[in-house]
């Protein structure tokens, strides 16, 4: 019996970890297309997770909440914060935040 609990942890570990590379790299490549759309350059090393809870989508499934940070500027002198919040592998909100500018794009 105590095998197969182990098992069962050691798969939902492994299927955690997995998915939130995956969710990350959907993350950093939804930042960069709409960074180059507003002509701000993302600093990709600075993309990390925020916080992660459970939250059902819209159909009552059950998913992942996960939000990032991540960091851009606009002229390579000044960096900027913004996050973008996913729910399973959709992308749900994203942030820009600079000076006295704020926008929100909900997805």
């Not at 939250?55 to 390579?76: E, V």
């Amino acid at each position: 019996m105590s095998e197969y609990v182990f098992s069962l942890i050691l798969i939902l570990i492994v299927w955690y970890v997995i998915d939130s590379i995956r969710v990350k790299e959907i993350a950093v490549q939804h930042c960069k297309r709409l960074c180059l759309a507003q002509e701000f350059h993302l600093l990709d090393e600075t993309v990390e997770k925020y916080s992660t809870k459970p939250m059902r989508d819209q159909s009552g499934l059950l998913k992942l909440l996960r939000i990032y940070s991540f960091q851009y500027t606009l002229d390579d002198l000044q960096r900027h914060s913004g996050k973008i919040t996913m729910l399973g592998q959709r992308v749900v909100r994203v942030e820009f935040e600079h000076d006295e500018y704020l926008q929100t794009l909900n997805a």
